[in-house]
């Protein structure tokens, strides 16, 4: 059976940086993102507080040990297509339905998109652009 997989395009913080995302335990999140979402670490660091930088296609996150709120904090990610995504996902042993994508608008653009809440506490959108 081919593998499927979607298309990272874009990341948009909920907050203020992409590459400073709050986890309580930078060790205990990085596998979840290497082995759930298809992101491969390309560093990390320890000063003046533990990070890793995850990318995956044409985008980079990082995540940090810096005293946030993972709860309050995640990222839009852009997709090329939901279904795809989706499909890639659930390949890693996610359980995302179909029935779980809905139509959201963002000034004049609308996007189908779903949600993944991270073991981290961080929580996910995924969309694709419609015309």
């Avoid at 205990?28 to 082995?35: D, G, I, K, L, R």
């Avoid at 979402?37 to 000063?47: I, R």
Wanted: hydrophobic residues 35%.
């Amino acid at each position: 059976m081919e593998h499927v997989k979607g298309v990272f395009k874009n990341a948009w913080p909920y907050q203020k940086d992409k590459m400073n995302l709050p986890v309580a335990d930078v060790d205990a999140a990085v596998p979840f993102y290497e082995t759930k979402m298809g992101f491969v670490l390309e560093s990390g660091n320890d000063n003046p507080v533990k990070t890793a930088i995850l990318q995956r296609d044409n985008i980079r996150i990082g995540l940090a040990e810096n005293g946030g709120d993972p709860t309050q904090d995640g990222c839009f990610f852009e997709v090329d297509s939901v279904e795809k995504t989706m499909q890639e996902l659930n390949s890693y042993g996610w359980d995302k339905q179909a029935s779980e994508l809905g139509i959201e608008k963002h000034g004049e653009t609308s996007w189908n998109v779903f949600y993944l809440v991270a073991p981290d506490g961080l929580c996910y959108c995924f969309g694709e652009r419609l015309p």
